[in-house]
């Protein structure tokens, strides 16, 4: 028997192209390389800004309260040992000279001061410059603290004005100073070493100077919120000692 003839097959379907609306690989299914790449600058500009926001969030905000927590627990060290007999109190991070109170600053201003200025003693409280005269002793008493951040000690130091009183408790007593020059009088350069001198001179001789009295007291802090290379400087003197009781 004679088969049917078959039917001739027709041409097959032409392969979709690249880019063809529709096609796998067309706008449907995924989007022009620049539009993925500003999704991905996007993103990353978005993650860098929070990284960002952190990052002031912490240096404004939980470095001080964590110092603020640190502090307290040292003023807490210096006085138990003082209660025992210690005349030299170490804490963690090195050797506690007194406590701070300045009465402009508020009524519970107190903040420890430690030997030296290394990074971890100002993000504890005030440093005493080494070199300097020591509380009670003939000289210059220099003491630094932060601005900002790390418990913000001396953020308010240009608020301080002439003869406001400073005042500093030791293991022997309580020492007693005045501030001489108004706490905007005086920015200096990170560089200027003269105020660190035992009887500093204001090398401008329209500037600055402190007062004459053999023992003197000098406190420093940077002279804006953020990095700067200048200093702000306010000078005092001592006026009085209680002895420990």
Known sequence: ?????SVPAGPPPAAGRAGDAGGPDGPAGRPPRRRRALRI???????AGVGILLWIAWQLWVTTWLSQRHQAEIIGSLEQGW??????????????????RVPRFGADYEVPVLAGTSDDVL?????????????GERGNMVLAGHVITHGEPFRHLKDLRVGD???LQTAQGTYHYVIDTPGD????DFSAGWVLDPRPVNPDPAGV????????????????LFHTDLRTVVFGHQTGFDPAG
């Open 41 to 47: 600058a996007g993103i990353a500009f978005l993650v």
């Open 185 to 188: 009088a005086l920015t200096v």
């Open 83 to 100: 209660s025992q007999g210690q005349q030299e109190v170490r804490v963690d991070v090195g050797t506690g000279i007194g406590i701070l």
């Open 1 to 5: 028997m004679t088969s049917a003839p």
């Open 123 to 135: 993000a504890a409280g005030v440093g005493h410059q080494d070199g300097t005269a020591m509380p």
């Open 209 to 224: 100077d402190p007062t004459d009295d053999p023992r003197l007291l000098t406190l420093l802090t940077c002279a804006e």
């Open 165 to 167: 009183e400073v005042d």
